[in-house]
Nanobody, 120 residues
């Protein structure tokens, strides 16, 4: 059973940056593909970015391409989401997810979420 704990959310002005972190415990981190999802008020949860087990493959939703970067440090059991040029529409609760597979999917394990609020 993998436990995931996100951190790094907060309030930021439009155009600013935040870096989210997600620390995993209870499993072999390098066995899991990792991803970030988000859920805005009144909307469904959506995929934001994913990274393969070894970190060589990544994927992003179109709306964040060129602004967000997902990365992982398997030695620290941590996945990151660097968010630059933030927009008001990026406001959401951001969730970290782990998949027991080489590539990201719908998430077998989830964190509790961290709030990101972007003021315009």
């Amino acid at each position: 059973q993998v436990q995931l704990v996100e951190s790094g959310g907060g309030l930021v002005q439009a155009g600013g940056s935040l870096r989210l972190s997600c620390v995993a415990s209870g499993g072999t981190f390098s066995n899991y593909a990792m991803s970030w999802f988000r859920q805005a008020p009144g909307k469904e949860r959506e995929f934001v970015a994913g990274i393969s087990r070894g970190g060589s493959s990544t994927s992003y939703v179109d709306s964040v391409k060129g602004r967000f970067t997902i990365s992982r440090d398997n030695a620290k059991n941590t996945v990151y989401l660097q968010m630059n040029s933030l927009k008001a529409e990026d406001t959401a609760v951001y969730y970290c997810a782990a998949d027991r597979s080489p590539y990201w999917s719908s998430g077998d394990y989830w964190g509790q979420g961290t709030q990101v609020t972007v003021s315009s």
